[in-house]
Nanobody, 128 residues
Framework: QVQLVESGGGLVQAGGSLRLSCARS????????MGWFRQAPGKEREFVAM???????????SYADSVKGRFAISRDNAKNTVYLQMNSLKPEDTAVYYC??????????????????WGQGTQVTVSS
């Protein structure tokens, strides 16, 4: 099993920044993908960003169009942690943000059903 614990959510004004963290523990795999998703009230969970995770593979990232240029995903292998730096936040970014892990061998993994493990979520609220 893999455990994922998110932190770093909170309340911020529009234009502000937040950094989310996701600490991974438990079973390890030779290669897997870490992703961030979000879910606003009354809406489906949507893809935000992903990053490949392996010492031997080059880093691969992908972003939703709505966050490109504002959000940045990164990883710290030594800490088994993935981060989501969110800048220029907008009220429409308000949602519960979830960290997820996928054992998929694909370079781009953006759908919820491709992810095997999920965190409990952290609330991000952007006020106007």
């Amino acid at each position: 099993q893999v455990q994922l614990v998110e932190s770093g959510g909170g309340l911020v004004q529009a234009g502000g920044s937040l950094r989310l963290s996701c600490a991974r523990s438990g079973r390890t795999f030779s290669r897997y993908v870490m992703g961030w998703f979000r879910q606003a009230p009354g809406k489906e969970r949507e893809f935000v960003a992903m990053i490949s995770w392996s010492i031997s593979w080059s880093v691969s990232t992908s972003y939703a169009d709505s966050v490109k240029g504002r959000f940045a995903i990164s990883r710290d292998n030594a800490k088994n942690t993935v981060y989501l730096q969110m800048n220029s936040l907008k009220p429409e970014d308000t949602a519960v943000y979830y960290c997820a892990a996928s054992r998929s061998g694909s370079d781009v993994v953006t759908t919820t059903f491709e992810y095997d493990y999920w965190g409990q979520g952290t609330q991000v609220t952007v006020s106007s």
